[in-house]
């Protein structure tokens, strides 16, 4: 009977891993209980900074392209090595979930980079769990960056746009 619950659970575990690297997650926790003083607690994590450090690179490649007419051709340099999270104006993503930057498909994004908004305007819409979060301006200003790309995979605290 242990042998089959360790074959089990080793299954499980297994499943658990695919779950998350279908869901692109970084981390899964479960608690099974067998009995009273039977259970089997499991905490599948992985290292995502190879990822996030793709994605940071990835996304100021398609942002500045538009904007290399205009003066800032040396800023976006530097910012390309430096983190977006830690460039005053960032706004970061309160929530796990996929980024949409219009309110459906086909209709004009939201945003663009150069324009005015004021506070309380929609940035862009995180879903997370089948609903859709719209993401405040947190203060009037202009959209001098955006960081992600629509239908990207964004977690918590995640620097989405950079409002000045």
């Known amino acids: 009977m242990t042998k089959k619950n360790h074959d089990a659970d080793v299954a499980f575990i297994q499943a658990l891993a ?4 279908e869901n692109d997650l970084t ?4 608690k099974r209980d067998y009995g009273e003083d039977d259970s089997l607690n499991v905490r599948v994590s992985r ?3 190879q990822v996030a450090v793709q994605t940071v690179a990835a ?6 392209a538009p904007a290399t007419p205009a003066a800032p051709a040396a ?4 910012t390309e090595t430096s983190d977006p999270a830690d460039l005053p104006g960032a706004v ?3 929530m796990v979930g996929t980024v949409y930057m219009q309110a459906e498909p086909g209709a004009a994004p939201f945003i663009s980079v150069g ?5 309380g305007d929609t940035l862009l819409i995180v879903e997370a769990m089948k609903t859709m979060n719209h993401i405040p301006a947190p203060r009037s200003g202009t959209i001098r960056r955006i960081v992600v790309e629509d239908g990207a995979a964004v977690e918590f605290g995640t620097p989405l746009v950079i409002l000045e």
Request: hydrophobic share 45%; charged share 15%; proline share 14%.
């Open 75 to 78: 800023p976006a340099s530097a």
């Open 27 to 30: 981390e899964l926790q479960v």
């Open 47 to 49: 290292h995502t900074q």
């Open 115 to 119: 324009a005015k908004v004021a506070e």
């Open 92 to 94: 970061t993503s309160p």
């Open 18 to 21: 695919e779950l998350l690297r």
């Open 59 to 64: 996304a100021p490649a398609a942002a500045p």
